[in-house]
């Protein structure tokens, strides 16, 4: 089994920055593709952004392209998601999520973490 933990979650005014992070357990990270998802209030959980095993390939969501970036240190077992210029649309719960794949695509995904909250004051 994979587990997955996020943190990096909290309160931040828009136009603001914000690190998340996942750890993954086990030695297959460098197996995995991994995928950051949100739900905001009211809303269906979406895709964010995806990385290929190696890390040579990103994919993104339209409405986060050009201020969100993620990237991942296989040494540490880690995924991140920078995000910056903050807007209080970005208000969600953060999801991180794995699958063994070479696609950084939003299907698939097996493993799920619990999730960390991302609240943007407006």
């Known amino acids: 089994q994979v587990q997955l933990v996020e943190s990096g979650g909290g309160l931040v005014q828009a136009g603001g920055s914000l690190r998340l992070s996942c750890a993954a357990s086990?030695?297959?990270?460098?197996?995995?593709?991994m995928g950051w998802f949100r739900q905001g209030p009211g809303k269906e959980r979406e895709f964010v952004a995806g990385?290929?095993?190696?890390?040579?390939?990103?994919r993104y969501a339209d409405s986060v392209k050009g201020r969100f970036t993620i990237s991942r240190d296989n040494a540490k077992n880690t995924v991140y998601l920078q995000m910056a210029s903050l807007k209080a649309d970005d208000t969600a719960v953060y999801f991180c999520?794995?699958?063994?794949?070479?696609?950084?695509?939003?299907?698939?995904?097996?493993?799920w973490g619990r999730g960390t909250q991302v609240t943007v004051s407006s």
């Open positions: 990385i290929t095993p190696s890390g040579g390939t990103t």
């Open positions: 086990g030695r297959t990270f460098s197996s995995l593709a």
């Open positions: 999520a794995a699958k063994f794949s070479l696609r950084a695509d939003a299907n698939g995904y097996s493993f």
